[in-house]
Structures are given as structure tokens and as C-alpha cells.
């Protein structure tokens, strides 16, 4: 049995529970005791039912009868006072049924909260090795279970756990020799529980595996079902699908079927312990042995039924326990994700020069920009304009070790130049852009931006004097003037409309019929590809950064949007620094410098009169004898 089939009763899980169970601790704790007393409440009332049959038979009901003129009236006074105790019973039950309610949706909020938090603190690298339907598995199904299981296994099992210890004492109580018994029983069922109940479990963990596996795989082949058509792929989906639901239709059933032969097992074994105390409890009776009467016999045989359903009611609910825990560790797998790390202490703040022409750092907007470095060793502060000077020196960097995808890398870009990286796919153009980002780091080497070693800036500030175009444009549900705010989430409307203006954008949208107010949904399909881009060209536009990167911003429409976008973007470079990952080279002629990538290093640079008269690799793309692939 592989590691992932074993049953995950274990320390793991163990600990997986505790870890949940605080959450419902922690957040409602007082609204967990009240259920917690409501329930003791209800299961008192339900075994007092029971218990109050021996009474009602042995005190109440057989010394009336023969009586000529029998007396009713203790009779009913011992029913109403168990009346009060049902009905006390009832309320308890509604109460806590109601609080759970609002406890598991208190939960899982915070949960989400939670796990969208850290969501945001994971680094590329998570996203790049996670399936988008994986990963909304976690908010959908598995959060789902922990809703089940909170409001209807947890009072469940406690209500049942409560009933067998209260059951328990009353039958001791009653006849210790019938109790004998029932343990004889109990052990017999908690064997046959903990046999059925691993192998359910190991089934149900597969199960909520196999089913992100599908979900992921439905969520990919939706978005790219135009590609699917294009390329006749429909049969083959099919069949891929058909083997994941296969899959997951062979450890649904198998665990459904484990858990749903718990219930009818127990059920028996607790019918076979019916018959045996009433076969022992007769002869007892007969025998005069213990004390047994009549109403003892009743009584015990109803608590025989009590006793038995709340194993039963276990049993039925392990199912979702085991689920809900599987769903549980996968979110805590995630949560417990490295989060991004940031050792960066330099910062981005508005600045000024004073009269002296010393940069001062100011609150108030001023369009200009510097680095705030502070010195450890001193304890002072020194503040550098920034100008947009990046450069990059003997870099090496490789997604995994064993495969690196950049080698000893050097190039500048000074302030304001544009510098174009050319060469076929997977030479590492996208990857020099991430690492300017920092959405991965360096193994070997360094960047130094306006002089400053990059790892000491922190994240959110580098990034924020970064502007990014890219060529698979994402756009979110919102208005298109929300779409372009979002560079610059305090921008003025007008603002917006200078973004749109400098980008080329404002024609088109003030064609639109509701402007810069019309509603755009499902990654903007509304637009065509080029006004797509035109609004990614203003978001960039709007937050004003001086370090632009354009990663193939182009090589997705046509050649005459491509003159329109192109317009938008030569404003959008107008005095800042460029990096630019181009397929069409036509978009590069202008560049200050051309990289030439193949293999992630540097095979040629220059300007495009300098690259064609080399005749090498450029003069070949170029000229069309060599293309990039």
C-alpha cells in the first residue's frame, strides 16, 4: 500500500483537526460553549425519556392496575414533569442547531479571508506550479466540506458522544450484568468501525484529490476551448477527461461504499444486542437474578436502542469528517506556503530638492521620485533620484537547478534608452523581465537598479516604479475606467482620461456606449484584442512609471491595430527606460541596444544598423532566411 493509500488517521490528522477545531474555538468561544451546554441539555432530555420508562412502569402504571378506583394524578404529574424535560430538550436542540449554523459560516469566512490573504503573499512560483482550477478547488470543494462538517458532524458527533456516556451511566445504573454486555459489543463494533472506517477514509482523501484534478483540468480546457476547436482536439479532451473522472468515480464509490455499509453493520450489531439483552434480561427476570423487573427490562432494552444510534450516527457522519479533513489539510497545505519573501529595506518615497539641491523626502506629489536608503552600519539615510538606470551583472538564474535557463547575463540599460530583447522561444527574454520584477531571484550575480543592489529594495516598491505591458492582456470585471485606474487606484477621472488620451485609447471608448463607464466582464471579451491592449497600455500609462517592460505587447493583433497600439505605446516610452520582447522586429528598429538570445546567453547586440551589417543571427531574422520560433 503506497503512502497515499494508507488510512490518514493518523498524528497528521490528528493535528489537522486540533488546527480546525481552533478555529472554531478561537473565534466563537462562547457561542461553542452554549452549544456545547445546549447539547449535554438535549442529550439529558433524550436519555431521560428512556430512563423514565422504568418509573412510569415500576411506580406509576402497574400498582393501578387492578384497582377498582385508580388515582391518575401522580401518573400525569410524572408525565408532565417529562414533558418539561422533552420540551426543554427541543428548545436546546433548535438553539444549538441555529448557533452551529452561524458558527460554520463565521468559519469559513474567516478561513477565506484567511487563505485569499495569504493568497496574495505566495510568490509566481506557487501559481506557476498550481493549476488555476486546483487552486479554486480550495474555495469551492474543500471549503464546502469544512461547512458540513461544521454545522451538521460536529454537533452530531458530541450529541452522540454525550449519549453514550449518559446512556452508558444509566445502564450501569440499571443492571451492570446487561452492561457487561453491551461492552462486549461495543468492542465488537468499534473493531469492525475502525476497519471500515480506514479504509473509507484513504478513499475519501483520493477522492477530494482526484476531484481538484478535474475541476483543474474543466477550468483549463474552458479557456482554451477556441484551441480545443481549432485543432480538432475535442475527442482527445474527451478521453483525457473520461480518465480523470474515471479516477475519481473509482475512489468516490469506493469510499461511498465503505461509509455507507458502516450504518447497516452497526445497525445489526446493535439489532443482535437488542435480542441478546432481551433473551439475557427475561431469564434474569426468571431467575430472580439482579433485581431485574419489568420496567427494568423496558427501560434497558429502550437504552439498548440509545446506546447503539449514536455509534450509528458516527459512522454516518465519519464520512464527512474524513472529507472535511482532507479538504482542511489540503487549505492548510496552502496556507502554510512559504510566503514571499522580502528582506528589502529600501523604499520608494516623493521627493524634492531643496534651495542647496539636496534631495528632501516630502508627503505631497511632486513627479519626482527616489530611493530611501537607510544604512545599518552608520544609522544614516541617503536618498538617490530615481532615473531608471538598470543593469545586470554575470546573472545566471535557472527555474530548477538542474536546468538553468540564463548563463553569466551582462547588459545595461541607462535612463531613458529603450533595449529590445529578440530570439527564439525559451531563450529567456520573459524570464530577464521576471527577474527585474522579482517574481523570481537571481542564483548567481546581480541587478542593480539606479545603483542599488535590487534584493534591497523591497517588492512592493520595485515593483510600483515598474510598469508591465503584457501580451496575454487580463482585464478585470469592472468598468473600463476601474480597468485603468487600477495603475493608480487614487487617480482622478480626469487623470484616467489623460492615461487613455496618451495611450490612443480614448477614440474607442468614447464610441462604446456607456465611455469609460461601459461594464466589461470575462477578461473584457467585449473588446477586441487591440482595445484590450490600448487598455493595458493606459493602466500602465496612469501609474507613470520610469522603468517600462513591453513583453511582446504586439505579436497578438494585426498589423494595422499594431500601428495604433504601437502609436500608444511610443508615447508611453517617451523618457523612460525600456526593456521590449519583441516577435515582430519591425516594432525594435528605434531600439538604442538589440540582445540577441539564443540558449540564455547573449550571442549579439547592437542597434539594427550595427546587428544587420554583423550579417549574423539579427540580419537573418531580420531579412526573413532564419525565423523565430
Not at 428548545?91 to 490573504?117: H, N, P, W
Not at 477550468?219 to 482527445?236: D, L, P, S, T
Not at 484590450?532 to 500602465?540: E, G, H, T, V
Request: aromatic fraction near 8%.
Amino acid at each position: 500500500m503506497s503512502k497515499q493509500e494508507k488510512p490518514r488517521i493518523n498524528a497528521g490528522t490528528i493535528k489537522t483537526a486540533k488546527r480546525l477545531l481552533r478555529y472554531v474555538t478561537g473565534t466563537y468561544k462562547v457561542q461553542f460553549i452554549v452549544v456545547i451546554f445546549c447539547i449535554l441539555m438535549s442529550s439529558v432530555a433524550s436519555i431521560s425519556v428512556s430512563l423514565s420508562l422504568k418509573y412510569l412502569l415500576d411506580d406509576y402504571i402497574i400498582p393501578l392496575i387492578g384497582q377498582e378506583n385508580p388515582n391518575y394524578s401522580e401518573l400525569y404529574m410524572a408525565l408532565t414533569v417529562l414533558g418539561i424535560i422533552f420540551l426543554l430538550g427541543v428548545i436546546a436542540t433548535f438553539v444549538y442547531s441555529r448557533m452551529m449554523v452561524v458558527i460554520g459560516q463565521g468559519v469559513l469566512k474567516r478561513v477565506r479571508d484567511e487563505m485569499f490573504e495569504h493568497m496574495q503573499k505566495l510568490p509566481i512560483r506557487y501559481f506557476d506550479q498550481n493549476t488555476t482550477g486546483s487552486i479554486m478547488s480550495l474555495y469551492t470543494n474543500d471549503t464546502d466540506t469544512l461547512r458540513q462538517m461544521i454545522n451538521q458532524s460536529i454537533p452530531q458527533v458530541l450529541m452522540s458522544a454525550f449519549t453514550i456516556v449518559v446512556t452508558f451511566i444509566s445502564m450501569l445504573m440499571l443492571s451492570p450484568i446487561l452492561t457487561a454486555l453491551a461492552v462486549l459489543m461495543i468492542v465488537v463494533m468499534t473493531f469492525v468501525s475502525k476497519v471500515v472506517a480506514g479504509n473509507s477514509g484513504k478513499y475519501f482523501i483520493r477522492q477530494q484529490v482526484d476531484l481538484a484534478a478535474v475541476t483543474g483540468f474543466a477550468e483549463e480546457r474552458m479557456n482554451g476551448q477556441r484551441v480545443v476547436k481549432v485543432f480538432n482536439h475535442e475527442k482527445i479532451s474527451e478521453k483525457e477527461f473520461d480518465e480523470l473522472n474515471e479516477k475519481l468515480f473509482e475512489s468516490a464509490a469506493n469510499a461511498h461504499t465503505f461509509a455507507s455499509i458502516m450504518g447497516p453493520i452497526i445497525g445489526n450489531l446493535g439489532n443482535l444486542q437488542f435480542v441478546l439483552t432481551a433473551v439475557l434480561g427475561g431469564f434474569l427476570s426468571v431467575a430472580g437474578i439482579g433485581n431485574m423487573t419489568l420496567g427494568t427490562i423496558a427501560s434497558y432494552l429502550q437504552f439498548t436502542k440509545s446506546f447503539t444510534q449514536p455509534f450509528m450516527q458516527i459512522a454516518q457522519q465519519f464520512n464527512s469528517i474524513i472529507m472535511a479533513l482532507a479538504g482542511a489539510e489540503r487549505i492548510f497545505n496552502m496556507m502554510d506556503e512559504e510566503p514571499e519573501k522580502d528582506e528589502g529595506y529600501v523604499t520608494l518615497v516623493n521627493a524634492k530638492k531643496d534651495a542647496d539641491g539636496n534631495i528632501v523626502e516630502c508627503r505631497e506629489r511632486t513627479g519626482m521620485w527616489a530611493w530611501k536608503h537607510p544604512h545599518q552600519a552608520d544609522g544614516t539615510i541617503t536618498y538617490t533620484e530615481l532615473k531608471g538606470d538598470v543593469r545586470f551583472y554575470d546573472m545566471t538564474f535557472g527555474y530548477t537547478p538542474d536546468h538553468m535557463v540564463l548563463h553569466d547575463l551582462t547588459l545595461y540599460a541607462k535612463p531613458g534608452q529603450k533595449l529590445a530583447f529578440v530570439g527564439s522561444t525559451g531563450a529567456g527574454k520573459t524570464t530577464i523581465t521576471n527577474l527585474i520584477n522579482r517574481f523570481y531571484d537571481v542564483d548567481d550575480g546581480k541587478i542593480r537598479y539606479d545603483d542599488i543592489n535590487i534584493n534591497k529594495i523591497k517588492k512592493a516598491d520595485l515593483r510600483r516604479s515598474l510598469g508591465i505591458v503584457l501580451q496575454d492582456t487580463h482585464l478585470f470585471t469592472g468598468t473600463i475606467k476601474e480597468n485603468i485606474r487600477y495603475g493608480k487606484l487614487d487617480a482622478t477621472d480626469e487623470e484616467v482620461v489623460n492615461a487613455a488620451k496618451l495611450a490612443h485609447a480614448d477614440g474607442f471608448i468614447r464610441m462604446l456606449p456607456n465611455g469609460y463607464d461601459t461594464h466589461l466582464s470575462g477578461d473584457g471579451e467585449e473588446l477586441s484584442q487591440g482595445q484590450r491592449q490600448l487598455l493595458a497600455i493606459a493602466r500602465a500609462a496612469i501609474a507613470d512609471p520610469p522603468v517600462l517592460i513591453l513583453d511582446e505587447a504586439t505579436s497578438s493583433i494585426d498589423t494595422r491595430t499594431e500601428s495604433i497600439v504601437q502609436k500608444g505605446m511610443d508615447n508611453l516610452m517617451k523618457g523612460r527606460t525600456v526593456f521590449v520582447i519583441a516577435h515582430r522586429l519591425s516594432t525594435i528598429r528605434n531600439s538604442d541596444a538589440i540582445m540577441v538570445l539564443e540558449h540564455g546567453r547573449i550571442i549579439e547586440r547592437g542597434t539594427h544598423e550595427e546587428l544587420l551589417a554583423l550579417k549574423g543571427t539579427y540580419y537573418q531574422l531580420y531579412t526573413g532566411k532564419l525565423e523565430l520560433s
